[in-house]
């Protein structure tokens, strides 16, 4: 079972903030948390990750909360094209490897 | 650069075909992935590489098999299709730079089983 935990859907008015929210209360010291994106059934696309600090990028900001054991991802200004999946991303140890593991996302649906 | 290409992007199998998807990555990453995607799911590992010559599996490695003979090409075989092996697949690639890796998709295969 993935290690993030995310609401299974949200909706939010054109225009504003969106923010999406992940607890991922097993994440190991040194692992990144990563968000991705799936608009309709197109390949998951990159948004943005972090460790422990705040990031922002062109697309969206990331909070991370101090003992980070979840984070919320922020789309500032959503528009009708946000309309998406959205992933928390951690990975989880697997055969000796650390691999990536997706939950089902959160259905982010912006409206007019 | 054209990232993570799959080949190809539609089939429609009888029920005992077997098949090959491709998938070919040109950014040098070590690690490939592929993915199945049903219908309300998030999407679920198959099998995965973390190099050249290496395969492990996933969550739903079940009916399927691969291979990663060249670094830059991870295959995926279903010997005898059925239809539960209906979905969308999906390759991807990554590099590992300490904790930090970069995970980039394919734009998908849509398989029918029938």
């Known amino acids: 079972d993935a290690k993030t935990t995310q609401p299974t859907s949200m909706d939010c008015a054109e225009g504003r903030a969106a923010n999406l929210p992940c607890n991922h209360s097993?994440?190991?010291?040194?692992?990144?948390v990563y968000w991705y994106r799936q608009i309709h059934s197109q390949g998951p696309q990159y948004i943005i990750h972090?460790?422990?600090n705040n990031e922002t990028n062109e697309m969206a900001s990331l909070i991370i909360t101090e003992d980070r054991k979840s984070s919320t991802l922020i789309l500032p200004h959503a528009t009708l094209r946000d309309t998406a999946v959205y992933y928390c991303i951690v990975r989880e140890l697997s055969g000796g490897s650390y691999i990536p593991t997706f939950g089902r996302g959160t259905s982010l649906i912006v409206h007019p | 650069n054209a990232g993570v290409t799959q080949t190809p992007k539609f089939r429609v199998l009888k029920t005992g075909q077997s098949m090959t998807l491709l998938c070919a990555q040109d950014?040098?990453?070590?690690?490939m992935y592929w993915y199945r995607q049903d219908p309300g799911m998030g999407l679920r590992l198959i099998h995965y590489s973390v190099g050249e010559g290496t395969t492990a599996k996933g969550e739903v490695p079940d009916g399927y098999n691969v291979s990663r003979l060249k670094k830059q090409n991870f295959l995926l075989g279903l010997e005898s299709a059925a239809p539960s092996q209906t979905s969308v697949y999906f390759c991807a690639s990554s590099y590992l730079q300490g904790a930090t890796y970069g995970y980039t998709f394919g734009s998908g295969t849509r398989l029918t089983v029938v």
């Open positions: 950014m040098n990453h070590e690690y």
């Open positions: 097993t994440i190991s010291g040194n692992e990144y």
């Open positions: 972090g460790l422990k």
